[in-house]
C-alpha cells in the first residue's frame, strides 16, 4: 500500500497493491498495522455502502459531534470524491481537495474527522464503501452546500447539467454559516 499526502496534507491517498494472476485480482483494503505505520492510528465502528446513478452529488457531509474519519472507495463505476478541512486551527482551514476514484484505479481516501466529504458520481453508476470511526448520529449531521462560493469546488460537472441532490442536501447551509470545528 502507498500512503500520499494530497495537497492538503491530512487527506491521505492510499493505493493498494493490486495482485493479478489469472483468476482475477487480489488487494488489501484495510490493514490496521500499515495504516499505523503510516501514522494513520485508526479504529473503525461502522461500515457504508452506498449505490448511486451517474449525475447523483451526495454531500458536504460532517457530524459536528462524534464526527468520523472516513475511509471511502468505489467498487464499481466512478466518483469525484472531495474533502474539505472544517477545522478552524488547521493550516488547511476552508481548503478542499478532489481526486477521482473508480472501480478502475482502486484508490481510496482517507478523510479524517473534521472534514466535510461529498462525492459527485461521474461513471454510469458508482457503488460507494467506506468505514467510519465514529458511528451515525443523525442529530449531529450537518450538510454544507455542494456549490458554495466561498469553497468553491472545481466539481467535474458538465456546464449546465445540475447535479441531483437529496433533499437534505438541497438544503444545505453556506460555508459563512456552517457549524465548524475549532
Ligand atoms: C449516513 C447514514 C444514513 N442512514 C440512512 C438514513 C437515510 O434513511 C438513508 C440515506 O441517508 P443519507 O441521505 O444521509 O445518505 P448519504 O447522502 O449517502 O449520506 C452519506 O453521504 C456521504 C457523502 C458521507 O460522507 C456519509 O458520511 C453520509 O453522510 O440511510 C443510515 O441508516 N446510517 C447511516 O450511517
Not at 500499515?34 to 461502522?46: E, P, W
Not at 477521482?100 to 461513471?123: D, T
Request: hydrophobic share 40%.
Amino acid at each position: 500500500m502507498d500512503f500520499i499526502p494530497t495537497r492538503l496534507p491530512d487527506v491521505i491517498l492510499i493505493k493498494p497493491q493490486v495482485a493479478g494472476d489469472a483468476r482475477g485480482y487480489f488487494m488489501e483494503t484495510w490493514h490496521e498495522r500499515k495504516f499505523q505505520d503510516a501514522g494513520l492510528d485508526v479504529r473503525f465502528v461502522q461500515d457504508n455502502h452506498s449505490r448511486s446513478r451517474h449525475g447523483i452529488l451526495r454531500g458536504l457531509h460532517y457530524q459536528i459531534r462524534q464526527p468520523q474519519g472516513k475511509l471511502v472507495r468505489v467498487v464499481s463505476g466512478a466518483v469525484f470524491d472531495v474533502a474539505v478541512d472544517l477545522r478552524r486551527s488547521s493550516p488547511s482551514f476552508g481548503q478542499w481537495v478532489g481526486v477521482e476514484l473508480s472501480e478502475e484505479n482502486k484508490h481510496m481516501l482517507w478523510i479524517p474527522p473534521g472534514f466535510a466529504h461529498g462525492f459527485y458520481v461521474s461513471a454510469e453508476h458508482a457503488e460507494f464503501v467506506y468505514k467510519c470511526t465514529d458511528f451515525w448520529a443523525p442529530q449531529h449531521e450537518r450538510t454544507i452546500r455542494w456549490d458554495d462560493s466561498e469553497l468553491d469546488i472545481a466539481w467535474p460537472i458538465p456546464t449546465h447539467a445540475a447535479p441531483l441532490l437529496s433533499e437534505k442536501d438541497r438544503a444545505g447551509v453556506a460555508f459563512s454559516d456552517a457549524e465548524l470545528f475549532p
